[in-house]
Nanobody, 123 residues
Framework: QVQLVESGGGSVQAGGSLRLSCAASRYRHCMGWFRQAPGKERDGVAVIGGDGRTTYADSVEGRFTISRDSAKNTLYLQMNSLKPEDTAMYYC????????????????????WGQGTQVTVSS
């Protein structure tokens, strides 16, 4: 298993920016960010493979950027132009592979999860 610890959440006004970080205990090929608002299902936000390929949800494309520092086993999510509908608990996740293959943006494709960090965007 991989231990994942998120940080960087907080409260911001609409149009503002936040940067989330996720420290992983070991390397995994696919890592991603997911979010869950109260009363809603957990949805994929962005995923990245060890080769740097990324996939974004339509709702965040052009506003959010996922990146990783594999040497530090750290995952990032830069969130710009935040909207009230981005308000949610944000989770970092990692799959079980150490190499190869496509990375799904579906939560079902990920095995290990962090505890989450809250992001609140006010209008």
């Amino acid at each position: 298993q991989v231990q994942l610890v998120e940080s960087g959440g907080g409260s911001v006004q609409a149009g503002g920016s936040l940067r989330l970080s996720c420290a992983a205990s070991r390397y995994r090929h696919c890592m991603g960010w997911f979010r869950q608002a109260p009363g809603k299902e957990r949805d994929g936000v962005a995923v990245i493979g060890g080769d740097g390929r990324t996939t974004y949800a339509d709702s965040v494309e052009g506003r959010f950027t996922i990146s990783r520092d594999s040497a530090k086993n750290t995952l990032y999510l830069q969130m710009n132009s935040l909207k009230p509908e981005d308000t949610a608990m944000y989770y970092c996740a990692a799959d079980s592979r150490v190499w190869g293959g496509d990375c799904t943006i579906s939560p079902q494709g990920f095995r290990d999860w962090g505890q989450g960090t809250q992001v609140t965007v006010s209008s």
